[in-house]
């Protein structure tokens, strides 16, 4: 039986990572794994019920070399599940660029988009309202 699955994010900076997502949408770092420089290579964040990890792009492609790139370029979107979504956009684009506006997209669903700091594109909806 399948229980659950976390996105495992490749970036650049680890640190940087989890200051955005703790500054900019209240995460919190749950665990996290030193690099042999005094970094992060590792960090597992939640909030709610969202759990995301953040890995290092070398420290992933050593691990999955099927995963090499040279340079990083995110190819999915995160889609997240509200329930007070205008609360949540009001909240948000007093600190971040809205990428894509509040829309009522062709499936009915409403919802908008930022982007992280290494431009993963994170969209919010709400459940409708049948």
Do not use: C, W
């Not at 900076?13 to 290579?41: C, H, M, R, W």
């Not at 597992?44 to 890995?55: G, P």
């Not at 684009?93 to 062709?106: A, E, G, Q, S, V």
Request: net charge negative; charged share 25%.
């Amino acid at each position: 039986m399948l229980k659950s699955m976390t996105p495992n994010l490749m970036v650049e900076n680890v640190e940087d990572t989890t200051k955005f997502y703790e500054s900019k949408l209240g995460f919190i770092t749950a665990a996290s794994v030193p690099d042999d420089n005094g970094g992060l290579q590792f960090a597992i964040m939640i909030k709610d019920e969202l759990t995301l990890m953040f890995q290092e792009k070398n420290n992933l492609i050593a691990e999955y070399p099927i995963l090499t790139t040279d340079e990083l370029h995110p190819s999915i979107s995160l889609y997240i599940q509200t329930d007070d979504l205008e609360q949540l956009y009001s909240d948000l684009k007093k600190n971040l660029t809205i990428y894509t506006d509040m829309h009522t997209t062709f499936y009915g669903a409403k919802e908008f988009a930022v982007l992280d700091n290494n431009n993963y594109v994170l969209t919010f909806t709400e459940e409708r309202k049948q």
